[in-house]
């Protein structure tokens, strides 16, 4: 059983950074791909961001291409989620997911989740 945990989210003006944080308990994560969702107010769940087991392979939403950077470093049993160049239309509940298979961009092919963590961006 992976047990997900996220941190790292908050207020931060238009322009700012914010580093989100996945720890898992339980079961290593270092056998799982991780990825993170996003999910706004009256909004859809959406993926954001993924990274495969090892860390080989990372694969990003159009919208936050070239902004964020998802890695992991499986000493810590950790998944982060660096975002830098917010906008206010980055607001949302942030999620991360681990999986065991192959990772993908719907939601419904993820394994575990954590609770999430509010990222809101003020213009």
């Known amino acids: 059983q992976v047990q997900l945990a996220e941190s790292g989210g908050g207020l931060v003006q238009a322009g700012g950074s914010l580093r989100l944080s996945c720890a898992s308990s339980?079961?290593?994560?270092?056998?799982?791909?991780v990825a993170w969702f996003r999910q706004a107010p009256g909004k859809e769940r959406e993926f954001v961001a993924a990274?495969?087991?090892?860390?080989?392979?990372?694969d990003y939403a159009d919208s936050v291409k070239g902004r964020f950077t998802i890695s992991r470093d499986n000493t810590k049993n950790t998944g982060y989620l660096q975002m830098n160049s917010l906008k206010p239309e980055d607001t949302a509940v942030y999620y991360c997911?681990?999986?065991?298979?192959?990772?993908?961009?719907?939601?419904?092919?993820?394994?575990?989740w954590g609770r999430g963590t509010r990222v809101t961006v003020s213009s």
């Open positions: 339980g079961r290593t994560l270092s056998s799982y791909a």
């Open positions: 997911a681990a999986t065991s298979f192959g990772y993908s961009t719907r939601v419904s092919k993820w394994e575990y």
């Open positions: 990274i495969t087991w090892s860390g080989s392979v990372t």
